[in-house]
């Protein structure tokens, strides 16, 4: 089953896109701010996100901007009630692959993310990268400049999750989750290890990366 994020402040809108989706097959997270959208779209990953504008803590262009800086290309598409075309122009500029204006019939939603999930998933696969490093996974190696090191699966993880997030902090329960799922046999101590491997690691190929602890928040990567 296909996954969306749906981004709308409006309970009772939210819950009728949801059913709808649901019952063509599509599942759909709903969040209500660009904060929990973000924190979303890091841990998660999503085949489409379905985006309002106006938001108690801003617009959902905003949230764009954001992703497409950091080299995401997920397929998007802005739901909003400013029909100018100045916002429409604003809206496709930023990075939105689609835009409907409210109101708008639940059967046009729905064939506009339809059309959004039939999309080739064309640039999403550039190497992910953050400062100075970019993370190869199919070879699984991270390569800095001229200097690679080779990372076990799970190390990959947390750094492909740290990466995502794009200096942004990540969970301590979501770097165990990318990691080791839901594996029993993993000690309490495991993260804390792995993370200092990759600190050692990052050091190694002469990144200028940091991996910090954020207490009581998560981790990030700064430079």
Not at 137 to 149: G, I, R, Y
């Amino acid at each position: 089953m296909q996954r969306v994020l749906l981004l709308e402040d409006h309970p009772r809108l939210s819950a009728l896109i949801k059913r709808v989706l649901a019952q063509s097959g599509i599942e759909c997270d709903c969040v209500d701010s660009i904060e929990a959208a973000w924190v979303a779209l890091v841990e998660q990953d999503y085949s489409a996100a379905l985006i309002d504008r106006g938001l108690p803590d801003g617009d959902g262009v905003d949230l764009l901007r954001r992703l497409r800086s950091r080299g995401n290309h997920l397929p998007c598409l802005l739901l909003t009630a400013r029909d100018a075309l100045h916002d429409r122009i604003e809206g496709l500029e930023s990075g939105a692959d689609d835009y409907l204006c409210k109101p708008f019939p639940m059967v046009e939603l729905l064939a506009r993310t339809r059309a959004l999930l039939r999309r080739p998933p064309a640039q999403i696969h550039m190497a992910p990268h953050y400062g100075d490093i970019q993370l190869h996974p199919d070879q699984l190696q991270m390569v800095c400049a001229e200097k690679s090191v080779n990372l076990p699966r799970g190390e990959l993880q947390i750094m492909l999750s740290l990466v995502k997030a794009g200096g942004q902090p990540v969970r301590r329960s979501a770097l165990e989750a990318a990691a080791w799922g839901q594996m029993e046999a993993v000690t309490p101590n495991a993260l804390d290890v792995a993370l200092h491997r990759l600190r050692r690691k990052l050091e190694s190929i002469g990144s200028s990366v940091e991996i910090v602890n954020l207490r009581s928040i998560g981790y990030a990567l700064h430079t």
